[in-house]
């Protein structure tokens, strides 16, 4: 099977109600083509005060429609990001990203629910899933490293792309920067940038972002 928002929303209400207690808010569902990563469970939080922690503001999760899964096999993949958003949901500490807590967890499903849930799959002997005509936007994305190690991420209007590259070439403040494409639905939701300013990430988790996307040479001359 290849992998509908509607079946992940379909089966992230069943999972909730009979793993996490139907603790777990709606999250936003989008589709990949990434290869090496099934799933991927994107959160973002906002910034409180000094002394307290941050909150969780959304949350995406993502499966790949790269294979033609069997269910069972999207089923495992799907209750290995929601360990993740439950994790992130309830600011519970772990280890890792894929420490102590988050293994208990999937070994408990694994045990008590014959599930199959693991730290890393492997696709070996998957079908690939027959390509599908593509008509969604293509985003121009731009990764930005300051000197701080800040990490920050856009989504630039194409036609601004040639004077932000002109600006972070002179800039100080700017270690590293790459350009990358991404079809992916999860990008609707960025404002598309004439200036350098971004979305703030972790270093992890615009590793994991970008791991879905495709590096982009932007010529200049």
Sequence with gaps: MIVTKEWMENRFEIFNRQYFQGQLPKPGFTLSRARTQLGQCRCRYKKRGLWQRNKLESCVIALSTYYD???RE????????????????????DTSAHGRLFRQIAQSLNARWGWQV??????????????????????LILAVETSGGACYLSVVMPSYAHKLEAEIQKSREVIHHRW???????????????SLRGRKMSK??????????????????
């Design 69 to 71: 899964m069997e269910e």
């Design 74 to 93: 999207a089923c495992n993949v799907l209750l290995h990001e929601m360990i993740h958003y439950y994790i992130a949901h309830n600011q519970l500490k």
């Design 118 to 139: 693991s730290v890393k799959t492997s696709v070996e002997g998957w079908a690939l899933a027959q390509p599908q005509k593509n008509t969604t936007e293509t985003f």
């Design 180 to 194: 990358y494409t991404s079809r992916d639905d999860y990008f609707k939701g960025f404002p598309k940038v004439r």
């Design 204 to 221: 992890e988790d615009l590793s994991r972002t970008l791991s879905a996307c495709q590096p982009f040479n932007l010529q200049v001359g």
